[in-house]
């Protein structure tokens, strides 16, 4: 899943992943285009944090894409 969202998301897109074990996967494996699209829980987030998140930054970014790893 995380290889085949990486060949679909353009280089400047944002991705946030979500406490799981698909934020560990998405750590090893997304190959990351730019600087400050990837975005991943630190410090013991809450689980569901990528959702409010990518929202917000769609609000900023415009026309970027915007994706989140939840689940």
Do not use: K
Request: glycine share 8%; hydrophobic share 45%; net charge neutral.
């Amino acid at each position: 899943l995380v290889a085949a969202l990486r060949r679909h998301l353009p280089d400047d897109a944002l991705l946030f992943t979500d406490v799981s074990a698909s934020e560990h996967l998405a750590a090893e494996s997304y190959r990351v285009g730019r600087p400050r699209t990837y975005f991943n829980p630190v410090d013991n987030q809450s689980m569901g944090w990528s959702i409010p998140a990518a929202i917000g930054a769609q609000q900023v970014v415009g026309n970027r894409l915007v994706a989140t790893l939840t689940g």
